[in-house]
């Protein structure tokens, strides 16, 4: 629209990092280079004020320092926790409010015939649909197998998956796992942190299909067996 070079695209995260997995992070300072945009890291939105539409940010590494930034248009991600009935059961939840499970078998630490997957667990894992899905064919072997009087043996080896959308015709394909520091864990045999034409077309086409028609019916498991044969069986 001709206006790019009269806008000043700040961005605000509380991490210390851009992404999480530094392969994917390399390749994001590129994008925020080329476009230029005001990357700041450890920055805490603390209040909006609507009135004067300004920003107020602390920083996370000298607390007492908190700037106030001016905006005209301003898009904010909350704060996100567990819910109050989850958080409330003091019995099955951690000290963050978080179901308290084993982080590869899926079953509650202190109770056997509980299981959990998904958002409300303490799993170390981005909290993305990606990750329910392939949760999901782990629980379904354990739980089978507690059921039948076995132990479960079936071990999540921590997968998501977050696209980073960077224009309608350009997105990174980010696929890892919960190690520390989390690696990637790609499903196709090339560079999924190139910015791809076709990683947006499947964004926008295959993912919606995935969600809505297979993974909600309890027909999509994950990439897993695609990634085994596209890669002969080998990460």
């Excluded at 996370?60 to 059961?89: Q, R, W």
């Excluded at 998904?118 to 379904?140: Q, S, W």
């Excluded at 919606?208 to 067996?225: A, C, I, R, T, V």
Aim: hydrophobic fraction near 40%; include cysteine; charge should be positive.
């Amino acid at each position: 629209m001709g206006k790019r070079d009269k806008a000043n695209i700040q961005y605000h995260t509380s991490l210390g990092v851009l992404f999480g997995v530094k392969k994917y992070a390399d390749a994001l300072w590129e994008v925020v280079k080329e476009g230029d945009i005001n990357v700041n890291l450890r920055s805490n939105l603390v209040e909006v004020k609507p009135d004067t539409k300004e920003a107020v940010f602390q920083n996370l590494d000298k607390p007492e320092e908190l700037t106030s930034i001016k905006y005209s248009m301003l898009h904010v991600c909350p704060p996100m926790g567990p819910f109050d009935a989850i958080k409330n059961c003091k019995e099955l939840v951690d000290t963050a409010g978080y179901v308290n499970v084993n982080k590869e078998t899926l079953q509650h630490m202190n109770y056997k015939n509980v299981f959990g997957i998904g958002d409300c667990t303490n799993i170390p894992v981005a909290k993305t649909a990606a990750a329910v899905a392939a949760e999901v064919g782990y629980l379904r072997k354990n739980l089978k197998a507690v059921m039948a009087g076995k132990e479960p043996k079936d071990l999540y080896d921590g997968y998501t998956s977050c696209p980073l959308i960077l224009s309608p015709k350009h997105c990174i394909l980010a696929e890892f796992d919960f190690q520390a520091p989390p690696q990637p864990l790609e499903t196709f045999p090339y560079n999924q942190a190139k910015p791809r034409r076709t990683t947006a077309m499947m964004k926008r086409f295959v993912m919606p299909e995935l969600y809505w028609s297979m993974m909600l019916k309890g027909n999509w498991e994950g990439p897993g067996f695609i990634r085994n044969a596209l890669h002969f069986g080998m990460k």
